[in-house]
């Protein structure tokens, strides 16, 4: 049996949002969100940690070109310079950054597989962090 | 909202509860400190010691983790202004730019990252005893970091 490894790889991408319920009137959701109820931005960073045996031939747990691949086309073309609040992922869901990590891992583990998808991290910015596992 | 997706599996027969994740706040500090185990004489600290029983100081990062559910409508699992408040009142505002020998809240504590993290564990825990802590992490310089997770 071959020994297991991790392999995070870094992705990026600027976004926009809001927190917003619409549900709501304008004074509750003023009165819970405060400012992030105007409409802002980050430069996210994402963590995709995959897992699995070490392949004794490739020396690899994953092909990180795969892994560039799949994310770049599951996730940072669908969020860089967008609009997450106007995402259909998002609608009747904050864009908050514990949901923007719920909606990365919806996104990937079909792509990647949950047998693979070990870890989704996402940065809002340099000071908060949020982790899900699925 | 709705259940994270699982590859090959047909839709859960059941609402599943709002997914489970961990919140990572980074914070920081600047103190001063020096390695004295109160146990050993002045020589004794000096050659376990070396460097760091010299008085110094380091530009500190504080990374405290917890763990929630998303709620439904907002979205959020944590409410982060009372976290940052806990947090703030607890440990930021007593050793920022402090000695952390001279701090009373660490009365007896030798500054090492590991102490240091666990000291900080129960200070966050007893001024927000319904903070669902996960880990509480002292970042000391680029190349330490010690992570406490509770027990003993």
């Given at each position: ?10 992705f ?26 105007v ?26 070109a ?5 994310v ?63 | 909202?709705?259940?994270p ?78 976290l ?69």
């Open positions: 049996m071959s020994a297991r490894g991790y392999s995070t790889r870094r990026s991408f600027a976004a926009g949002h809001r927190y917003w319920v619409d549900a709501w009137p304008a004074a509750r959701n003023e009165e819970t969100f405060g400012r992030l109820t409409p802002h931005g980050h430069n996210y960073t994402l963590d995709v940690t995959v897992h699995g045996p070490i392949d004794p031939e490739t020396g690899m747990v994953i092909d990180l795969e892994l560039k691949r799949v770049g086309e599951t996730v940072v073309e669908r969020f860089d310079h967008a609009d997450l609040n106007a995402d259909p992922v998002f609608r009747g869901r904050v864009p908050t950054t514990e949901n923007i990590a719920v909606a990365v891992w919806d996104l990937l583990a079909p792509k990647l597989g949950v047998e693979r998808l070990w870890q989704v991290r996402v940065w809002e910015d340099p000071t908060l962090y949020v982790d899900y596992r699925g | 909202m709705s259940a997706l699982m590859a090959g599996m047909s839709a859960p027969l059941t609402v599943l509860a709002a997914p489970r994740l961990e919140l990572t706040r980074v914070y920081h500090f600047s103190a001063a400190h020096r390695l004295v185990s109160p146990r050993l004489d002045a020589e004794a600290n000096a050659r376990l010691y070396g460097h760091c029983a010299r008085p110094h100081g380091h530009n500190y990062y504080l990374e405290v983790t917890v763990a929630g559910c998303p709620d439904p409508l907002t979205g959020m699992s944590v409410d982060l202004g009372r940052d408040a806990i947090v703030a009142g607890a440990v930021i505002d007593r050793v920022d730019h402090y000695a952390l020998e001279e701090v009373p809240a660490l009365a007896g504590v030798v500054t090492t990252g590991e102490s240091l993290a666990r000291a900080f564990w129960g200070l966050i825990r007893n001024a927000g005893p319904e903070v669902a802590l996960v880990q509480v992490t002292v970042v000391e310089t680029a190349k330490n970091r010690f992570e406490y997770r509770g027990g003993e």
